[in-house]
């Protein structure tokens, strides 16, 4: 695309010709629609396997009371040799297809699932749900490889996420779900292949979101008596997935397919948000800094391994420029690592400092946006501010003519930000 906006200058030029032009723009134009129902015919095929997929289980489940065991049995294995049957023909005769590729493979995820349930039912093998979403994991996970299938990837990572929610925060009395460490480390090598091979396709683009996601919402799972020690471990995870979106190469995908950046932006902004509260700095144990105890514990060991990692991902990002200091993101991590040992034993001061840190990486985002002449960034940075502001209207003892004020200032700043931006805009363009 960007090629087609630099053709009329290359034209006026003398270095290319009108009629060059004219046979790029339709190389282009095809490519392009060639590529639109590529993405079409593969969503509407995995959209497809699914529904019959999930017709062929209501249908049975309908009839199911009339039939005797043996044709239980079979109408339950009858999914999975059929969705075998596809992934086989997908595989030997279909191999460029990407949709009847997905589409099978999605299909024949789905029958694993409705077969282990059914065998169970009418068998009567007991279990819980972990149990079931464990066997249905383990067995999903050669499709993916087999397939190269990203659907099934996706399906896999619900489900390991779900295994992981249901042991550590769904069932009492919780255990650590540790299980999920190796189930999630085994798409990994199935992520990175999608990356070197298709850095553009948009099952990436989910994959972004879904890799991140599970992590971060089973980081949780893992925490027990230490969970003050899981603010600093949940901060170095959305400061790794900062870096992370800043060094994969997602320019070729739309920036709301970044999942790392923007979880990572979020995340940071939101557990900084609930540290600007005093009342979270008096709840932290101040046992916490004392004994050899906190040391040895689960939430230390992931503090320990997830900051290293983080600051790897901020040492190389920093080698090839893909951040500066300006990047408040990429640091703040870090910096919060003293402020949590300071606030710990001095509650106040944990909380000024958090405050004066979420204040600074509002004007750091304002000032990048107000350079780049990008309102997006810039009014995100007010909205920051905006929402410490906020926080600090309900636990405050200010009167409220000065709260007021506050907002006033506040909204002023985002009109008068918002019209320098567009006025200096203007007059570069001019």
Same mark, same amino acid.
């Given at each position: 695309?960007?090629?087609?906006k ?48 999930l ?31 596809f ?8 191999q ?28 009567h ?90 992590f ?5 799972? %893992?925490? =027990? ?6 603010? +600093? #471990?949940?901060?170095? *995870?959305?400061? /790794?997935?900062? @870096? !992370? ?10 920036r ?17 948000l ?57 640091h703040?991590?870090?910096?919060f690592? %003293?402020? =949590? ?6 509650? +106040? #001061?944990?909380?000024? *400092?958090?405050? /004066?840190?979420? @204040? !600074? ?70």
């Amino acid at each position: 695309m960007g090629l087609q906006k630099e053709l009329p200058e290359l034209v006026n030029a003398g270095i290319i010709s009108e009629d060059t032009a004219g046979r790029i723009r339709h190389y282009y134009r095809d490519k392009q629609a060639t590529t639109s129902a590529s993405r079409s015919i593969a969503a509407f095929a995995i959209i497809g396997a699914t529904l019959v997929g999930l017709g062929i289980i209501l249908i049975v489940a309908h009839n199911w009371d009339q039939f005797d065991r043996f044709t239980k049995s079979v109408f339950s294995f009858l999914p999975l040799v059929l969705g075998q049957v596809f992934c086989g023909f997908a595989l030997f005769k279909k191999q460029p297809s990407t949709a009847f590729r997905e589409g099978s493979a999605t299909f024949l995820l789905l029958a694993v699932g409705a077969t282990i349930s059914l065998i169970s039912q009418v068998y009567h093998i007991m279990g819980g749900l972990s149990g079931f979403l464990l066997t249905w994991a383990l067995l999903a996970l050669p499709i993916i490889y087999v397939m190269r299938s990203s659907m099934s990837a996706l399906f896999y990572l619900i489900g390991i996420t779900a295994y992981a929610s249901d042991i550590g925060y769904w069932t009492y009395p919780n255990t650590p779900p540790f299980l999920y460490l190796p189930l999630f480390a085994a798409v990994i090598p199935f992520y990175v292949y999608r990356i070197r091979k298709s850095p553009g396709s948009n099952f990436n683009g989910f994959l972004h979101w879904f890799v991140p996601l599970s992590f971060i919402i089973c980081l949780g799972a %893992f925490s =027990f008596d230490k969970e003050e020690l899981m603010y +600093v #471990a949940y901060l170095s *995870l959305f400061g /790794l997935c900062y @870096l !992370l979106g800043r060094l994969i190469n997602t320019a070729v995908l739309p920036r709301i397919l970044n999942g790392y950046r923007l979880t990572g932006i979020s995340g940071t902004v939101i557990i900084l948000l609930i540290l600007s509260f005093q009342d979270s700095w008096n709840d932290i144990n101040r046992d916490l800094l004392t004994g050899t105890y906190p040391l040895r514990s689960l939430e230390m060991l992931f503090v320990t391994i997830i900051t290293f990692a983080a600051a790897y991902a901020c040492v190389k990002a920093s080698a090839i420029k893909a951040i500066n200091w300006q990047k408040p993101f990429a640091h703040i991590f870090w910096v919060f690592l %003293f402020i =949590f040992i300071l606030g710990a034993a001095i509650p +106040v #001061a944990g909380f000024a *400092l958090v405050n /004066l840190l979420v @204040l !600074l990486t509002g004007i750091l985002i304002v000032r990048e946006g107000a350079e780049e002449g990008h309102l997006g960034i810039l009014n995100f940075g007010m909205l920051v501010v905006a929402a410490l502001v906020t926080c600090r209207f309900f636990d405050s003892h200010l009167p409220f003519f000065v709260r007021g004020i506050l907002f006033m200032l506040v909204g002023a700043g985002f009109i008068a930000a918002n019209v320098i931006t567009i006025k200096n805009r203007r007059k570069n363009e001019s």
